[in-house]
């Protein structure tokens, strides 16, 4: 007689059903977990070849900047947006990648560090041009006196500045840098310029780590013009800036010979010749795609180093900036 299975019966089934699956769920869980995490090892592997294989080619794009600039001034004795390093870019493929590289002046550019004297105090032609640049780009020239209470290392406040009191009692207080201007960005920490600002100074002015002259032969218009003292004839400026183009200026006294007759000469440091230079390269490998910008220093005709480097990483529709 065949006895109906019992209900322990039943339930032990059940159980062992439930732990079978319960088995497989483990083991399915267990395989796609090591299944992502070798794609992802994978994926990571892939991105620190790419980055590898960019910072190999982005040195390599920076020598060669630097011979360009070597050779460069070899040849001649001025600098200017018609030479070889100003007109055609540094390109090319690598492997399964690519870079392009360009070379700009950095002195043509108003440099920040100017503002002051060795000793601290006020350099007062750079900051007389500094109000005159601002007010070209119609921003208020009382700009230039937050510029130099962040600079400067006492606490008087300037008539439209700020000091440490005033930033400090910010939701999020800090307090000025009393040192020179490391990057141009640093402008947006200091009260009165706006990022708009910001963004429309960062072509027209730099920050070095000495003093320098601004280099009349790549100036931007607005720095160019800015260079004569009051009165000034802009409009006379504006058509010298546009000759220079055509006819770049060989040395320093060929600027007051093609400006009119009375227009007082700049009282700031100008030259033809350039020591600073930015250097902008962009590489892409594989999912990665870099922009970086550095700054080199040429000495003389036989050696030139870099200053500072700094990059962003496009990955995927992302920005993100590294040290």
């Keep these: 007689m065949i006895r109906p299975p019992s209900i322990s019966h039943h339930r032990q089934q059940g159980i062992a059903l ?3 699956i319960f088995i497989v769920s483990i083991v399915a869980t267990s395989a796609a977990y ?4 070798e794609q992802l090892w994978f994926r990571q592997t892939e991105n620190r070849v790419d980055r590898a294989q960019s910072e190999a080619v982005k040195q390599g794009a920076i020598e060669g900047a630097i011979t360009m600039l070597l050779e460069d001034a070899g040849d001649n004795d001025s600098d200017h947006l018609n030479e070889l390093w100003a007109t055609t870019p540094l390109a090319g493929e690598v492997g399964s990648g690519q870079f392009f590289a360009t070379i700009g002046d950095a002195q043509g550019r108003f440099n920040l560090n ?4 060795k000793d601290g105090t006020p350099n007062g032609p750079d900051v007389a041009l500094f109000r005159r640049l601002l007010d070209i780009l119609e921003m208020p020239t009382s700009l230039a006196d937050a510029a130099l209470d962040w600079l400067d290392k006492d606490s008087q406040k300037r008539a439209t500045g700020a000091e440490d009191i005033d930033y400090m009692g910010l939701e999020q207080g800090y307090r000025t840098a009393a040192s020179r201007f490391e990057s141009v960005d640093e402008l947006r920490l200091i009260m009165g310029f706006t990022p708009e600002m910001v963004d429309q100074l960062r072509e027209l002015v730099t920050a070095l780590p000495e003093r320098s002259s601004i280099n009349i032969n790549s100036a931007p218009e607005p720095v ?6 009051e009165p000034a004839d802009l409009a006379a400026a504006s058509t010298v800036f546009q000759q220079r183009t055509e006819t770049p200026f060989d040395n ?5 010979a093609r400006m009119p007759a009375g227009q007082k000469q700049p009282d700031v440091d100008y030259d033809v010749k350039s020591n600073y230079f930015n250097v902008n390269v962009t590489t892409q490998f594989g999912r990665l795609n870099r922009w970086y910008e550095t700054m080199v220093y040429r000495k003389d005709k036989t050696s030139g180093s870099l200053i500072w480097s700094s990059n962003r990483v496009l990955l995927i529709g992302t920005e993100k900036r590294e040290e």
Excluded: E, H, S, Y
Aim: hydrophobic share 60%; aromatic share 14%.
């Design 18 to 20: 439930v732990t079978a």
């Design 34 to 37: 090591i299944g992502f995490n």
């Design 114 to 117: 100017n503002l002051l004297k």
């Design 224 to 229: 160019f013009k800015a260079l004569f003292p």
């Design 252 to 256: 320093k006294a060929q600027l007051m």
